[in-house]
Protein backbone atom coordinates (compact mmCIF):
# COMPACT_ATOMS: atom_id res chain seq x y z
CA UNK A 1 0.00 0.00 0.00
CA UNK A 2 1.24 3.56 -1.02
CA UNK A 3 1.83 6.09 2.08
CA UNK A 4 0.31 9.45 0.72
CA UNK A 5 1.07 12.75 2.85
CA UNK A 6 -0.41 15.31 2.35
CA UNK A 7 0.73 19.22 2.67
CA UNK A 8 -0.02 23.23 2.00
CA UNK A 9 -3.51 23.07 3.88
CA UNK A 10 -4.12 26.90 6.05
CA UNK A 11 -6.28 29.81 6.98
CA UNK A 12 -7.52 31.80 3.97
CA UNK A 13 -9.39 34.33 3.04
CA UNK A 14 -12.85 34.00 0.47
CA UNK A 15 -11.47 34.59 -2.81
CA UNK A 16 -7.67 33.66 -2.46
CA UNK A 17 -5.89 30.61 -3.32
CA UNK A 18 -4.06 27.53 -1.90
CA UNK A 19 -2.01 24.92 -3.80
CA UNK A 20 -2.02 21.27 -2.15
CA UNK A 21 0.42 18.76 -2.22
CA UNK A 22 0.15 14.93 -1.97
CA UNK A 23 3.79 13.16 -1.94
CA UNK A 24 3.34 9.26 -2.04
CA UNK A 25 6.40 7.14 -0.75
CA UNK A 26 6.60 3.15 -0.29
CA UNK A 27 5.04 0.63 -2.81
CA UNK A 28 4.07 3.26 -5.43
CA UNK A 29 2.26 1.70 -8.65
CA UNK A 30 3.21 3.94 -11.44
CA UNK A 31 -0.42 3.38 -13.09
CA UNK A 32 -2.43 4.03 -10.47
CA UNK A 33 -5.19 7.23 -10.37
CA UNK A 34 -4.99 10.09 -7.70
CA UNK A 35 -7.98 11.91 -6.21
CA UNK A 36 -8.98 14.29 -3.51
CA UNK A 37 -11.97 14.36 -1.07
CA UNK A 38 -13.01 16.07 1.45
CA UNK A 39 -14.69 15.89 4.72
CA UNK A 40 -16.27 19.18 6.81
CA UNK A 41 -17.74 18.90 10.25
CA UNK A 42 -20.59 16.74 10.24
CA UNK A 43 -20.52 16.32 6.77
CA UNK A 44 -20.13 13.06 5.10
CA UNK A 45 -17.19 12.62 2.88
CA UNK A 46 -16.84 14.35 -0.71
CA UNK A 47 -15.52 13.74 -4.02
CA UNK A 48 -13.38 16.32 -5.53
CA UNK A 49 -11.13 15.87 -8.42
CA UNK A 50 -9.41 12.63 -9.37
CA UNK A 51 -6.32 12.32 -12.21
CA UNK A 52 -5.63 9.10 -14.38
CA UNK A 53 -2.46 7.57 -14.13
CA UNK A 54 -0.67 9.65 -17.13
CA UNK A 55 -2.40 13.04 -16.20
CA UNK A 56 -4.24 13.12 -19.37
CA UNK A 57 -8.00 12.67 -17.71
CA UNK A 58 -9.15 14.66 -14.92
CA UNK A 59 -12.63 14.97 -13.33
CA UNK A 60 -13.85 17.18 -11.23
CA UNK A 61 -17.05 17.56 -8.88
CA UNK A 62 -19.30 20.24 -10.23
CA UNK A 63 -19.29 22.06 -6.67
CA UNK A 64 -15.30 23.15 -7.71
CA UNK A 65 -15.58 22.93 -11.49
CA UNK A 66 -13.58 25.76 -13.40
CA UNK A 67 -12.36 26.66 -9.87
CA UNK A 68 -9.56 23.90 -8.72
CA UNK A 69 -7.00 22.10 -10.92
CA UNK A 70 -5.44 18.58 -10.60
CA UNK A 71 -2.36 17.86 -11.88
CA UNK A 72 0.51 15.27 -11.02
CA UNK A 73 3.99 14.52 -11.82
CA UNK A 74 4.86 11.62 -11.70
CA UNK A 75 8.78 11.71 -11.26
CA UNK A 76 8.11 13.11 -7.72
CA UNK A 77 5.02 10.54 -6.78
CA UNK A 78 3.59 14.03 -6.25
CA UNK A 79 -0.75 14.89 -6.93
CA UNK A 80 -1.66 18.92 -6.50
CA UNK A 81 -5.13 20.47 -6.39
CA UNK A 82 -4.64 24.08 -7.13
CA UNK A 83 -7.88 25.80 -5.47
CA UNK A 84 -8.83 29.54 -6.99
CA UNK A 85 -11.59 31.43 -5.94
CA UNK A 86 -11.92 29.70 -2.65
CA UNK A 87 -15.11 30.02 -0.80
CA UNK A 88 -16.15 29.66 3.21
CA UNK A 89 -17.78 26.19 1.72
CA UNK A 90 -14.94 25.21 0.65
CA UNK A 91 -13.15 24.80 4.57
CA UNK A 92 -12.90 20.70 5.31
CA UNK A 93 -10.15 18.55 5.93
CA UNK A 94 -8.57 17.52 2.39
CA UNK A 95 -7.52 14.57 1.87
CA UNK A 96 -5.90 12.69 -1.47
CA UNK A 97 -5.96 9.24 -2.39
CA UNK A 98 -5.05 6.76 -5.08
CA UNK A 99 -6.92 4.04 -7.04
CA UNK A 100 -5.88 1.22 -8.87
CA UNK A 101 -8.40 2.60 -11.77
CA UNK A 102 -6.10 4.32 -13.97
CA UNK A 103 -8.53 6.87 -14.67
CA UNK A 104 -10.83 6.85 -11.04
CA UNK A 105 -13.69 8.63 -10.52
CA UNK A 106 -15.73 9.22 -7.68
CA UNK A 107 -17.33 5.32 -7.83
CA UNK A 108 -13.91 3.92 -7.99
CA UNK A 109 -12.12 1.44 -5.93
CA UNK A 110 -9.51 3.90 -3.65
CA UNK A 111 -7.65 1.83 -1.53
CA UNK A 112 -4.65 4.49 -0.13
CA UNK A 113 -5.20 7.27 1.96
CA UNK A 114 -3.05 10.27 3.75
CA UNK A 115 -4.22 11.71 6.84
CA UNK A 116 -5.36 14.80 5.18
CA UNK A 117 -4.73 18.65 5.83
CA UNK A 118 -7.05 21.82 6.90
CA UNK A 119 -8.46 24.31 4.89
CA UNK A 120 -10.06 27.07 6.31
CA UNK A 121 -11.86 29.53 4.09
CA UNK A 122 -12.77 32.83 5.84
CA UNK A 123 -15.52 35.54 4.61
Known amino acids: QVQLVESGGGLVQAGDSLRLSCAAS????????RGWFRQAPGKEREFVAA????????YYADSVKGRFTISRDNAKNTVYLQMNSLKPEDTAVYCC????????????????WGQGTQVTVSS
Open 97 to 112: AASPSIAPGPRSLWDS
Open 26 to 33: GRTFSRYG
Open 51 to 58: ISWDGSTP
